[in-house]
């Protein structure tokens, strides 16, 4: 097989990696009639199940799951003997799958891949190994896994020891035998978890050094479940399919239970029917917003800890094994067969590093700051340089000769974890930015596997050579991962997933965790659109087609899929009346908003009588007055009310510090333009002159409102430099109306399926302004005289049909000299910022408005003050 360096074997394809995703690759390039050469630097098939021997070692997804799913003759003819497989089993099953379909002819063991560079006249990547081969390819893919880089353990002195050393990721195949010999584990992830109850059984005494306390619950591992196998016998596609379109890569009802809101009985009862069934997927799915709100992942957490605490007797080493450093499921979260219970032996002890850090490793064993120990053996279970790790393990150049790892420096940057800029017909499986390790890695290698193979025959069939994605289309990915990750409590935790294990290394969340459904769902749709996001090339000319898969943020897709599903009718072919009553319906099931100190009714005189008001007074010190701002809500001039937009005015105090009144003002079509306008104007003016007993700062008043509020709380500045007064610090307009012209780009682009729609909007304005009085500047503020106007702070939705009228206004006050601060949310529709407690992307966009309102007053509270 080695040739002379000078003589290059050509492969239409070169596979890196011969474990569950490179053989399934090898199989699908043979299906579309490739030459494919697979290489792998084990002496076998097997990919991490040939590396990781160590005792213990098991998958911990259930078995009638974790295997391949493309072929049912396939499924016919293996059996599992376990719910959860040993390591050799897993091995057997890929050695069995690789000799049913002849792989092994194409694969070259033993070899290490060390380079690949593109050349770009020749349009083929040029691959070299360790062992002096030289192999040229027109696709280059790497199936490398996500965990085969053992990271270094960065601990002092490893080479001194003079006992045996042993890692979890290597594991010698020979075995290891520990009976009677005094053994140290540094390591408490999963490999640590799995190895720990089964050396303890042979080794004389187990030392367990613990750096961090991790979650695990008991795998309860036995025959594969009775009612998973019922399901495959009688309908295996569906179940497949099923699988296929989860969130995880596992048919699962997720629940919508709400852990905050969940009765203690129905809490108890769902977390103790997940401790039973021993799956990773149920113990995650114990509540809805576990992953998302700290107080609902605090019960599972709690409960997990209480576990710990009733099963390992001497309560400090129970305390120490109780993870309250991260919350559950942000770290890896382990299954175990006896890990704690381990911790009840005579002859093993926990060190638990955060008291006594490791100071080095010795000739004889381990050095702590308080302890030395002395070893026969030492098991380093410390973990890999997760994702990115294997990928830039192999000198990877693209265009130009730009490498992978420069280009990836501050973090990965992939489209869909597939491919990256500027490396064309380079292909990743389970890529840092797919689902992969957050999912069923079966269910996941396949589909990356049968996509890639999808493209490359789309190419072929369409005269294309080379396919790239578009910078546009990758960093509109990249966003769209840290957009999922960011409404997670992932991005606060040390843990792999972050990169954090890794000194060094970039803290970018690396997984997608939108889900197996969803992640599918952006792949196809990118084939559905021509290869959206891709450029390609071929002797007969390219084709791009350039643009963005996902731009609305997760969270606001899923409250508008919500809202299309409750089958809502169209508000504008309703009465007022009734569309109120169904506003009032849809605000009684929101979240509250959050605490502020004291929050107050009264009513102030409006030009034609009361108008109602609510005062927000902010929670805690300093003592004393806050500057002041008055809240207009939003609802078209025709729908709204003081509870309207009550939790937006509760985030706006607690994050500005400032008192809030927010004042209910006439609606249309009752009391038609330019009410709302005056009785904002009027509430300005009083809230100025009453500054004082509001617990307002004199003179230090700004105004703010949503949609409908906002241009009338803009009006209302037009209306005070005017007449000359009440000063106005500032104004914040929350994608405010501010024109009447219903032509503008946003409005082609989101003037339906946003919830607010044209035809919507068409009929607030008919509701509130006779068409000959909306070029009144108290109506369209956009069209009037603009120097001398409160600095403002404008938000526009990119989703949004005002989105352009918001922008054009920002834009005009900044030519008439009045400072703007415009934010953009992104990913946003025209009424997901305000929806506090729901759409948990929308905080950073309030937190910046809340900014810009203290920008605007000399007194601002501090934020250091503000919780
Ligand atoms: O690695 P880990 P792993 N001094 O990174 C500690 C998959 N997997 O091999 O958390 C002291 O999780 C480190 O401490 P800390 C699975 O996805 C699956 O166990 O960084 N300690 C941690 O406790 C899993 O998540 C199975 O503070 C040091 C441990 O070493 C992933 O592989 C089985 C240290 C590393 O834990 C990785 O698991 C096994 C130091 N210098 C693995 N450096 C299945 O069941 C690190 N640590 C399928």
């Known amino acids: 097989m080695n040739k002379p360096a000078s003589v290059p074997e050509q492969f239409d394809a070169v596979v890196v990696g011969a474990g569950f995703s490179g053989l399934f690759m090898l199989y699908q390039l043979r299906q579309l009639g490739l030459s494919v050469r697979v290489f792998d630097s084990a002496g076998d098939v097997g990919g991490t199940w040939y590396w990781n021997r160590y005792p213990g070692a098991r998958c911990d997804i259930p078995t009638t799951d974790y295997a391949y799913s493309f072929d049912p003759e396939l499924e016919k003819e293996w059996t599992w003997s376990e719910k959860y497989a040993t390591q050799p089993e897993i091995l057997d099953y890929l050695r069995f799958v690789t000799d049913r379909y002849g792989l092994r002819s194409d694969i070259e063991f033993s070899t290490v891949v060390t380079s690949a560079r593109w050349d770009e006249q020749e349009r083929r990547w040029r691959i070299k190994t360790g062992r002096g081969m030289e192999i040229e ?14 990271k270094s353990p960065d601990i002092e002195g490893i080479s001194r020891f003079a006992g045996q050393v042993y890692f979890t990721s290597r594991w010698p195949h020979e075995g290891a035998d520990f009976t009677g010999q005094r053994v140290a584990v540094i390591g408490t992830g999963s490999s640590g978890i799995q190895c720990i109850p089964l050396i303890a059984r042979q080794a004389s005494q187990l030392t367990v050094f613990q750096r961090t306390a991790n979650f695990s619950i008991p795998a309860h591992n036995g025959p594969a479940s009775a009612e998973r196998l019922k399901q495959l016998d009688e309908d295996r596609d569906g179940y497949r399919h099923a699988a296929r379109w989860s969130r995880g890569g596992i048919p699962t009802e997720l629940t919508d239970i709400m852990g905050v809101t969940a009765s203690e009985a129905v809490r108890r009862e769902r977390f103790e029917a997940a401790w039973t069934q021993g799956e990773l997927f149920g113990i995650i799915n114990v509540f809805a917003d576990q992953l998302v709100n700290p107080a609902s992942n605090d019960i599972v957490a709690g409960m997990i800890r209480e576990k710990i605490g009733s099963i390992v007797k001497d309560p400090a080493t129970a305390e120490a094994l109780s993870p309250k450093d991260h919350y559950f499921g942000t770290k890896r979260p382990c299954l175990d067969t006896g890990y704690f219970e381990t911790f ?45 790790g294997p990928l830039v393990a192999v000198d990877v150049a693209g265009r130009d000769g730009v490498s992978l790892k420069e280009k990836w420096a501050t973090g990965p940057s992939t489209y869909l974890g597939l491919m990256t800029a500027g490396f064309p017909n380079f292909f990743m499986l389970t890529g840092p930015g797919s689902p992969s390790v957050l999912s069923n890695m079966a269910v996941s290698i396949e589909q990356h596997v049968e996509w890639v193979a999808g493209c490359l025959k789309d190419m072929r069939e369409d005269g294309f050579e080379t396919i790239e994605p578009t910078e546009l289309a990758e960093s509109g990915w ?142 805690g010190p300093p003592e004393g007055p806050r500057p002041l701002v008055v809240y207009f809500h939003g609802g078209g001039w025709v729908l709204g009310n003081l509870d309207s937009d009550d939790p937006l005015c509760r985030d706006l105090c607690a994050r500005s510090g400032a008192v809030v009144m927010s004042v209910n003002y006439r609606h249309a079509p009752e009391a038609r333009f330019p009410a709302a306008a005056l009785d904002a104007f009027a509430a300005v003016r009083w809230a100025d002159a009453s500054a004082a007993e509001l617990g307002g700062i004199p003179g230090q008043l700004a105004v703010a409102g949503w949609s409908a509020g906002g241009n009338i709380a803009a009006v209302a500045c037009h209306l005070a430099r005017d007449a000359g007064g009440p000063h106005v610090s500032g104004q914040v307009l929350i994608c405010p109306v501010v024109d009447s012209d219903l032509t503008r780009l946003s409005y082609q682009e989101n003037g339906d399926g946003y919830i607010l729609t044209t035809p919507l909007m068409r009929w607030f304005w008919d509701h509130y302004a006779d068409p000959a009085d909306r070029g009144d500047h108290r109506a369209t503020p956009l069209r009037g005289n603009l120097p001398g106007l409160p600095p403002a702070c404008i938000v526009a939705a990119d989703f949004d049909p005002l989105r352009d009228e918001g922008v054009a206004y920002a834009r005009a006050l900044e030519a008439a000299g009045v400072p703007v601060r415009l934010v953009r949310a992104r990913g946003h529709t025209h009424t997901s910022v305000p929806m506090v407690g729901l759409v948990i992307s929308g905080a950073p966009v309030r937190a910046e408005i809340a900014e810009a309102l203290r920008d605007f007053f000399p007194n601002a509270v501090p934020q250091e003050h503000l919780s």
Request: aromatic share 8%; net charge negative.
């Open 137 to 150: 390819c027109r696709y280059y893919i790497m199936a490398t896994g996500c965990l085969s880089v053992p």
């Open 344 to 388: 009840n032996l005579p002859h093993v002890r926990l060190v638990d590093l955060r008291k006594q850090p490791i100071i080095s490793i010795t000739e004889e064993g381990i050095q702590t700051a308080d302890e030395s120990f002395g070893f026969d053996a030492i098991v380093y279970a410390t973990g890999f340089d997760a994702m990115t």
């Open 478 to 619: 990249n966003s769209h991962v840290q957009d999922c990750a960011a409404i997670t409590l992932h991005p606060t935790a040390n843990s792999w997933y972050m990169g954090a294990n890794v000194p060094g290394k970039p803290r970018f969340f690396l997984p997608y965790i939108g889900g197996v459904d969803a992640y599918r769902k952006a792949c196809d749709e990118v084939v559905e659109r021509g290869y959206l996001g891709f450029s390609m090339t071929g002797p007969d000319g390219a084709r791009c087609r350039d643009g963005v898969i996902r731009r609305m943020q997760p969270d606001v897709a899923l409250v508008l899929n919500l809202m299309t599903a409750m089958g809502l009718p169209p508000m504008e072919t309703l009465s007022a009346a009734d569309a109120r009553a169904l506003l009032a319906a849809i605000e009684a099931a929101r979240p509250p908003g959050p605490q502020v100190g004291e929050v107050s009714d009264g009513v102030i005189p409006g030009p034609a009588g009361d108008l109602p008001y609510r005062l927000y007074r902010p929670a």
